[in-house]
């Protein structure tokens, strides 16, 4: 298994509890499916570089997980077919930038 941070923006439209109920749907996605959460943090709103789809603002959160290659496809097409996520990043750690980012939850 590898070792993924996935970073998605949820449209700010949504009221709170919206958003926190759609940032759970995707964390239990990735538990069901067998990844492990290493790490989970919500950044809340913030401002965007450029407009996307007319909004200048969104709401971030950042997950880190262990899951098998596989899950990933699964993962980025459910995050591309809902339509309260304005963009998602999802990024393999290597062996550096897991030991990066133990030593900072340290």
Do not use: C
């Amino acid at each position: 298994m590898n070792q993924y941070e996935t970073t998605f923006i949820v449209t700010p439209v949504l009221s709170e509890g919206d958003v926190k109920k759609t940032v759970q749907e995707y964390v239990d996605f990735l538990k069901s499916n067998g990844a492990e959460i290493v790490e989970q943090d919500h950044w809340g709103l913030k401002q965007l570089a450029y407009p996307i789809n007319k909004k200048t603002t969104g709401i971030y959160h950042h997950v880190e997980y262990k899951a098998a290659a596989e899950l990933i496809e699964k993962f980025e097409l459910s995050l591309r077919r809902d339509e309260s996520i304005m963009r998602f990043l999802t990024v393999r750690l290597g062996k550096y930038a897991i030991k990066y980012n133990d030593d900072k939850r340290a």
